[in-house]
């Protein structure tokens, strides 16, 4: 074990990909030699060279596309958009193109590649910078979308992504970078895609969240248990497919649900998870899934503190849900 | 800037010594065969439509020497990176017919499982990228995969097929752009046929020429006359060995016309005339081309219509061997979305076998 910053995770997990499988090329903005404005790629274009880790001109379709063609012929491209909030210019390519290459051919053509991807607010990034589009990739049939919470996991989750057979949308929670420090298992790891984590366990509600909204949640709960309410936490760590077993058998045991995002909330992935939970635990709820999320708004830069889900806000939806 | 166009075939029917590929009969005969096959592949295929036996159809009526003579130039290896118009390339490379007209039928008799509307196939073995409909989305794919075949040490080449609608997309712009940067083995070949659905080539673009624009991007640009099939052959054989030999990308215009209309829901009368439909017709490719072989000594008008009769039997074969298939089964609806079926399309494929529970 060495404890890693998740910045420093996520370079692990490609730098120990590209080393034990030539087939892995990165390639995005500015991540050669400068590597990458958040220095996840730091020092691999010096290790692996520029035909492997490809510093590309200024377009998202032009990446994304670059990449879908480079899987189509053999390769594990692992495409870096250097903001989420920057690639919509990229959406046509993903949605149509790299989520639909393996249903349109019948599994003749098959476009393994992964979006590495900074999401989410908390930098004081304003509306360009910080935004968490989850559901718009979530909703496309072919996708796998995966945000981790803590350095193992960033680690662990991205290495099974590059090893998977699907295209995977993998949301980096930026703020979390470098103020997420932790154990990270040396060399070869992985974690398996599709499965959730208990954070911690609780009795009277489940609060399910995913990505910087975790450590949010991990607040509230303590400050909850303060109050004699046992919370439990989960972590979905992937979003799609979700590990729909871990949320009812939570549910089911707690008998009340409350879904966090830093997203807006209509259509957000909270109101799936919620409509989820009512189809499939219904006779366990004690009281309505509440959901906590961000506003219907676009991303405020004055604003951010009062956009982002914060610890109180958490609670008083965990006190509203439990005094149903 | 005014670009050359390139003509070998010239009108008395002689052919221009510096761009003659200098094949010998028997291969010129193999080009005009597979010109009239694909014109009687529209034929058919549009006939089929009208009569509800598939859906819709795409046809190139009027580009076969851009089709036949790009697709003959490919080789084993090469990649093709189509566009909805480009059967009669991909059949040249490879692309079995059986497997193109069960695509038309989307039934059991589809590789592809019915999954996409006609003309958006695609083979694996014969590296025929699946095509889809937003225009020039395969441009920049197509560098991506001329990159991996480079990054490799290989010696083929990538070919990417789009139209001069295309030419006005982001993704034009990208791909070539990214493909001149990284200096990889690319052809784009634009078959510039005059239109995208109703609005003409002078509508699309204010510089009057597609090719013209490689220069933008840092490497060569071409135009050649696309009913012209030798020197179509020519002009992408020297530009995919280019390629191979490292020497990076090129961009292709064959100047040509859709002498039918964009679909089969589609009706060219509301934005273009008679007169100029006339015109090109007189430009026919295959016309144009069995004018030299009758010259050269090599076709006769006898010979001539036995290929075409040929070519139709040859269709309608592959017709009946697909029409009789049975439908895509139900249940194939939720499969291949990823590699391995997720809880959530296992549900839904219950509901698909039992859509009401008792």
């Not at chain 2, 010594?17 to 291969?27: A, N, R, S, V």
């Not at chain 2, 290896?77 to 118009?85: L, N």
């Not at chain 2, 078959?191 to 220069?215: D, E, R, W």
């Not at chain 2, 026919?284 to 081309?289: E, L, M, N, S, T």
């Amino acid at each position: 074990m060495a404890t890693m910053t998740l910045v420093q995770a996520i370079h692990d997990a490609l730098a120990l990909e590209m080393e034990r499988d030539s087939r892995v090329v990165l390639l995005g903005e500015d991540i050669g030699k400068n590597g990458g404005v958040f220095r996840v790629t730091e020092g691999l274009w010096a290790r692996f060279g520029s035909d492997r880790v490809i510093d590309t001109p200024l377009a998202e379709a032009g990446i994304v596309g670059m990449a879908i063609g480079m899987a189509l012929n053999g390769l594990r491209p692992v495409a870096e958009i250097q903001f989420v909030d920057f690639i919509y210019p990229a959406f046509d390519q993903i949605v149509s193109e790299l989520a639909k290459f393996r249903y349109r051919s019948a599994g003749q053509f098959t476009a393994p590649v992964v979006i590495r991807t900074p999401s989410g607010g908390g930098i004081k990034g304003g509306h360009y910078h910080s935004q968490s589009p989850e559901a718009y990739f979530i909703h496309t049939a072919g996708l796998k979308v995966v945000m981790p919470s803590t350095p193992a996991d960033g680690k662990g989750l991205l290495a099974a992504a590059m090893r998977g057979p699907d295209p995977v949308i993998f949301l980096e929670p930026k703020a979390l970078y470098r103020t997420a420090k932790g154990e990270v298992p040396e060399g070869d790891y992985a974690v398996p895609l599709g499965k959730a984590r208990v954070v911690r366990t609780g009795e009277d509600v489940s609060l399910i969240t995913y990505g910087a909204t975790v450590h949010v949640a991990e607040e509230a709960a303590a400050t909850a248990g303060q109050e004699g309410i046992d919370v439990e936490v989960i972590d979905l760590r992937t979003l799609w497919p979700l590990d729909i077993e871990a949320v009812v058998r939570s549910v089911e045991r707690t008998g009340r649900a409350v879904v966090l995002h830093e997203a807006p909330r209509t259509c957000g992935f909270g109101a799936e998870l919620s409509a989820l939970i009512q189809e499939k635990a219904f006779l366990h709820l004690k009281a309505p899934v509440a959901r906590v999320t961000g506003f219907d708004t676009p991303f405020p830069y004055s604003l951010e503190k009062l956009y982002l889900p914060d610890a109180l806000r958490v609670l008083g939806a965990i006190r509203a849900t439990v005094n149903f | 800037m005014e670009l050359p166009l390139l003509v070998a075939l010239r009108e008395d029917g002689s052919v221009d010594p510096d761009l003659d590929p200098k094949f010998d009969g028997g291969t010129l005969l193999f080009l005009h065969r597979r010109m009239i096959f694909l014109r009687a592949l529209d034929e058919k295929a549009l006939n089929l439509q009208r009569a509800g036996r598939i859906g819709f159809y795409i046809g190139a009526t009027g580009q076969e020497a851009a089709e036949v003579g790009s697709g003959f130039a490919l080789k084993e290896g090469d990649w093709v990176f189509p566009s909805y118009r480009d059967q009669g390339a991909a059949l040249l490379h490879g692309y079995p017919l059986s497997a193109l007209v069960g695509q038309l039928y989307g039934n059991s008799s589809d590789a592809t499982k019915g999954r996409q509307m006609p003309n958006h196939w695609c083979d694996r073995a014969a590296r025929v990228v699946s095509v889809s409909s937003p225009v020039a989305t395969q441009l920049p794919q197509a560098v991506g995969a001329a990159y991996a075949g480079k990054l490799r040490g290989e010696k083929s080449a990538v070919i990417a097929y789009f139209g001069d609608g295309g030419s006005s997309t982001g993704e034009f712009h990208v791909g070539l752009n990214f493909a001149g940067v990284f200096r990889t083995p690319n052809v784009f070949f634009c078959s510039n046929n005059q239109y995208a659905i109703s609005l003409p080539f002078a509508k699309q673009t204010a510089v009057g020429s597609i090719a013209v624009k490689a220069a933008a991007y840092g490497f060569p640009g071409v135009r050649v006359d696309g009913n012209d099939i030798l020197a179509v052959v020519r002009v992408t054989r020297d530009a995919l060995e280019r390629a191979r030999a490292g020497e990076g990308p090129t961009l292709v215009e064959a100047l040509t016309y859709r002498m039918g209309a964009h679909s089969t829901s589609d009706d060219p009368t509301h934005y273009r005339s008679e007169e100029e439909v006339e015109a090109w017709r007189r430009r026919d490719p295959i016309r144009r081309f069995a004018v030299y072989l009758k010259k050269e000594g090599l076709l006769t008008d006898q010979a001539e219509a036995a290929l075409a009769e040929e070519a139709r039997e040859e269709v309608k074969r592959a017709v009946a061997a697909c029409e009789a298939a049975p439908p895509v089964p139900p249940e194939s609806l939720v499969e291949d979305v990823y590699a391995e079926m997720p809880w959530h399309l296992k549900e839904q494929q219950e509901w698909i076998r039992e859509p009401v529970k008792e």
